[in-house]
């Protein structure tokens, strides 16, 4: 497999952050899971009921859906010609997140509650937005599948991620054993997944007194974090169509 300058400028990155995805949760990972049961446990029932039927929604839009339009992809780019438009993107949305976490904080927990569906509609819409400039066909429901794995990736406990992670590795041998009709697929146990392991640090912006604060600050770190998790993530899934490729050149040639 040939690698160019650029390729091997991120292959580091990447496995750096391959290993951070799969490394045993650490003390302060273990602390911080039980600071955000804590928060978890401050939010009423009620609250529960609609941010879960707000996750339950947003799964089965991303699946089967198609309001979420995107940016067309770049003919012919290079990977690091994607990438570029890629940063481009992200900076975007981080900037356009924390202004909507800030307004939405400081408005009060109606609000807050009120506007949480948009919040995680944002950061849907980045992933997809992604996925488009590095050219994956966005119309597929398992390339919808995989932006859900990073989402949830980015959402989870260390032990949570270590899970998502191991199923996203060869995702493109993988994905050819999911069922080829999006109603055969199990979305609603994805679902309680997910919901497991919710961004609680984010439900603190529902909290009077610092829900603004908490949503300048945490939509602006936690939009850059999917950020780099996507790009990571599509960077994983480069190098293996690319292992692939070579295997399979080499397969035709031994024959």
Known sequence: ??????????????????????KRPNFIDRTSKRF????????????????????????????????????????????EEMETAVRKKIEFYKKAGAAEGGITGAGGFWLALAEFPILIGIKIKLLFEIAALY??????????LFILHIFQLTFSSQ?????????????????????????EFNWKTFQQEYRDYIDLAKMAQLIPGIGAAVGVI?????LDQLG???MNAYR??????RMLG??????????
């Open 246 to 255: 070579l295997t399979g050149a080499l397969t035709t040639t031994a024959r």
């Open 36 to 79: 955000q049961d804590k928060i978890n446990d401050i939010i009423p029932d009620k609250i529960h009921d609609v941010i879960t039927g707000t996750i339950k929604q947003m799964v089965r839009g991303v699946l089967t859906g198609a309001e979420y339009t995107t940016t067309q992809s770049i003919p012919g780019a290079s990977l």
């Open 159 to 183: 032990k949570g991620r270590q899970e998502v992670f191991s199923r996203m590795i060869q995702w493109d041998l993988r994905s050819k054993d999911l069922p080829a009709d999006i109603h």
């Open 236 to 241: 994983m899934r480069w190098f293996e169509e």
């Open 228 to 230: 780099k998790n996507a």
């Open 1 to 22: 497999m040939h690698i160019n300058s650029y390729e091997e400028q991120i292959k580091p990155e990447l496995t750096k952050w391959q290993l951070k995805m799969q």
């Open 135 to 144: 050219g994956r066909p966005i119309n597929d429901y398992r390339e919808r």
């Open 218 to 222: 945490v939509n602006y770190r936690l």
